[in-house]
């Protein structure tokens, strides 16, 4: 078994950033707002490319279904079958419109300057002391770069590149998904997992290296629709009931000491994340987080309690909560399979990098293609700051991610 180690060597023999700087420039923010799958029309023409490359590289059964899934095949010379997915689309946050790159070379350790009076200064952004020399790509600031998670996408097309032009790596049959709308909660929603066929597959989608993630939030979508009386403002006194009122009334009793500008580590939320109406209807929809499924619930039982205390304030108000499920925790399955953190772990140390094992505030494609059945860790791409425009990776740690992915290969053939 060859450890791979040089992430230089990598970014010398592959396409690995260069392919990444061209999957950036696609817009492919996911829209919430569509139910179509691909929610956006971009995704399905990265993943026409993606299935192009991949037919390049040899993998001629790549293919784009009706969803705009991209899967494809690397037949092994080892038994057994590996799976690596990450996702197409970008968040919705922050614009992706017209990403345009800045190469930071031999990074000096400094603030790094871009437009907008946007600032990645080092005591922000910590890991920017691991990589003095490296070469940084930031977005100019007016967009989000996108490392999350074409990032993941072009890590595994550079281990394809290696693998193709070295037969000889001992590696299973490798399958590969890249997958429309995870920004968005859809990504396991159409996902063939049926003819994906892999026991054990790994999302590449994760943040500086080292990263590796067994365990995310158990997430809820909370949906509060306010009904009030619509009477004539002039002639309103103890007849109008105003929805929009009221739903101030309830954003105002939402514990801040619950939300994500006050919590850490293992602290759940709650986040209203868009509104809409007008005085006679309103509704706001909140995400809900925790790291157990028990108190996930109750939070979703707190809103309802608060719902119930508006009504009791105003009797002609009516508040409706639907509360829907997004994933959930995948470290409760993966706890009973610890072998895959175990290979994960080899193979992130087989690459020089130390294993730092954290949860996720947040959640993963794999979450949800773990419950249904294929265990699915997260594996860093070397990104930091997702979701906006302070975002940036290292070309290094793409390499480092790179070599994970080649060393995970080789581990889970059980080459000697």
Known sequence: MKAFTNPQEILDSTGTVARFLEYIRIDTQSDEKNEDCPSTENQRVLADRLAGELKQL???????????????????????????????????????????????????GGPITLENDVVIHPSDSPELTACVGDTIITSDGTTLLGADDKAGIANIMGALEVLVKNPDIPHPTLRIC???????????????????????????????????????????KGIVTFKGVSVHPGYGKGKLVNALTYMGKFLSRLPHLESPEATDGRDGFFMPTDLSGDAARCTVNLILRAFDVDTLKERGERLRTMAEALVAEAPALTVEVEIQEQYRNMHDILAKQP??????????????????????????????????????????????NFHGPTEWISTRCMGLSVCTILNLCQVFADAK
Do not use: W
Request: net charge negative; hydrophobic share 35%; aromatic share 8%.
């Open 58 to 108: 040899g993998l001629t059964d790549a293919v784009v279904d009706e969803n705009s899934y991209c899967t494809a095949t690397l037949k092994g010379n080892q038994e057994g079958v590996l799976g690596f997915c990450a996702h197409l689309d970008t968040a919705p946050a922050f614009s992706g419109k017209d990403v345009k790159a800045r190469l930071h070379e031999n990074y000096d």
């Open 178 to 220: 890249f997958s429309p709308d995870e920004e968005i909660g859809r990504g396991g929603n159409k996902f063939p997992l049926e003819a994906f066929g892999a026991p054990v597959a790994f999302t590449m989608d994760g943040g500086f290296p080292g990263e590796i993630n067994v365990e995310t939030f158990s997430a809820d």
């Open 339 to 384: 072998e895959i953190r175990e290979k994960l772990t080899e193979a992130v140390e087989m690459a020089g990098v130390k294993p730092d094992l954290k949860p996720i505030r947040g959640g993963t494609d794999g979450s949800r293609l773990t419950a249904m059945g294929m265990p699915t860790p997260n594996v860093f791409t070397g990104g930091v």
